[in-house]
Nanobody
Framework: QVQLVESGGGLVQAGGSLRLSCVAS????????MGWFRQAPGKEREFVAA????????YYADFVKGRFTISRDNAKNTLYLQMNGVKPEDTAVYFC?????????????????WGQGTQVTVSS
């Protein structure tokens, strides 16, 4: 049984920083690419960032490039999202996800396991 547990969300002022974590269990973490998605109130869930199995490749949505950094520690079965220079429009529930057989890194359909989400609220 795969479990993904996010943490690190909270309330932060615009321009500040947060680091989200996602601890995975249930299967060999280093065998799977991972991703972060987010969902703001009244909006659909959207892709934020993705990372390959051995962290050789990273991908970002245009709206977070230069501000957010995705990383992973395979020895700790943990995925991270460092969020710098946050903006009020970054307010959302952030989900980590583990990729399955799908090859499209920015499509929800490529991910078959999801965490419960962690709330990030950015005040102006």
């Amino acid at each position: 049984q795969v479990q993904l547990v996010e943490s690190g969300g909270g309330l932060v002022q615009a321009g500040g920083s947060l680091r989200l974590s996602c601890v995975a269990s249930g299967r060999t973490f280093s065998n799977y690419a991972m991703g972060w998605f987010r969902q703001a109130p009244g909006k659909e869930r959207e892709f934020v960032a993705a990372i390959s199995r051995l962290a050789i490749y990273t991908y970002y949505a245009d709206f977070v490039k230069g501000r957010f950094t995705i990383s992973r520690d395979n020895a700790k079965n943990t995925l991270y999202l460092q969020m710098n220079g946050v903006k009020p429009e970054d307010t959302a529930v952030y989900f980590c996800a583990q990729r399955g057989a799908g090859t499209t890194y920015n499509s929800e359909n490529s991910y078959n396991y999801w965490g419960q989400g962690t709330q990030v609220t950015v005040s102006s």
